[in-house]
Nanobody
Framework: QVQLVESGGGLVQAGGSLRLSCAAS????????MGWFRQAPGKERDFVAA????????YYADSVKGRFTISRDYAKNTVYLQMNSLKPEDTAVYYC???????????????WGQGTQVTVSS
């Protein structure tokens, strides 16, 4: 089992920045690829970013490429999502998840956090 707890969400103006954190506990954090997904009200859960278990390969949705950066800290068992140049359409609940694969597909992920709300005002 892997337990994931997100933090760092909040309210920010358009053009601003936030950094989300996802603290992992339980089974070996370093053996899992990690991903971030988001879900806006009335919409499906969308892929945002992923990082492989070694931390040397990343993958982003086109909508966030160049604005968001995913990273991981093995000493802290934490994965981060740095979000810059935020737009109102980035408003959603953001979830981190763990998977044995390196994937943008939500069904590949076995463990999920509870989510953290990000609201971007115009």
């Amino acid at each position: 089992q892997v337990q994931l707890v997100e933090s760092g969400g909040g309210l920010v103006q358009a053009g601003g920045s936030l950094r989300l954190s996802c603290a992992a506990s339980g089974r070996s954090f370093s053996s899992y690829a990690m991903g971030w997904f988001r879900q806006a009200p009335g919409k499906e859960r969308d892929f945002v970013a992923a990082i492989n278990w070694r931390g040397d390969n990343t993958y982003y949705a086109d909508s966030v490429k160049g604005r968001f950066t995913i990273s991981r800290d093995y000493a802290k068992n934490t994965v981060y999502l740095q979000m810059n140049s935020l737009k109102p359409e980035d408003t959603a609940v953001y979830y981190c998840a763990a998977t044995p694969y390196f994937s943008g597909n939500w069904y590949r992920y076995d463990y999920w956090g509870q989510g953290t709300q990000v609201t971007v005002s115009s």
